[in-house]
């Protein structure tokens, strides 16, 4: 079996190996993860202030989100039809993150592979640091 079937919040990363501070939509397993693996199968709580958090359960079709930079735009977008998923901004990553849901983001466009939901953000406008997340509540 393919143990990245058996997580929805992991991917196989292919031919890469990222490490921890890249950023990726969905990260592959890190040796990181085996604690809470381990304390998740004893039917313990999550490792307090852990990031690595692995959703063990069946593996749902993971929706992509992409950033490109067009111009000076920042330029996120993800499947139209992903029905249910919220982008997400926060100002820091980790266990302080406040992430705040983006209302006031997208244009429905065509995509390569069908439509795309897009938000666009200008760096030069931009007061601090952002990071996204696409989340399904």
């Not at 950023?23 to 890190?30: A, D």
């Not at 958090?53 to 000076?72: K, N």
């Given at each position: ?31 990181g ?39 000076d ?23 302080l ?16 592979e ?21 989340v399904?509540?």
């Amino acid at each position: 079996m393919d143990t990245y079937s058996l997580f929805s919040n992991r991917a196989d990363p292919g031919d890469t190996r990222p490490t921890y501070s890249e950023v990726s939509v969905l990260p592959p397993l890190f040796n990181g993860d085996s604690a809470n693996l381990a304390v998740t199968l004893l039917g313990l709580p999550a490792i307090p202030g852990s990031s690595l958090i692995p959703s063990a359960g069946s593996a749902q079709a993971s929706v992509v989100l992409s950033v490109s930079m067009v111009g000076d735009q920042l330029v996120i977008q993800w499947p139209a039809d992903a029905d249910g998923y919220e982008l997400e901004t926060a100002t820091v990553m980790g266990p302080l993150a406040d992430w705040q849901i983006i209302t006031e983001f997208t244009t429905v466009e065509p995509g390569p592979e069908g439509d795309v939901r897009v938000f666009r953000v200008t760096p030069a406008l931009e007061a601090s640091v952002r990071f996204f997340r696409l989340v399904k509540p």
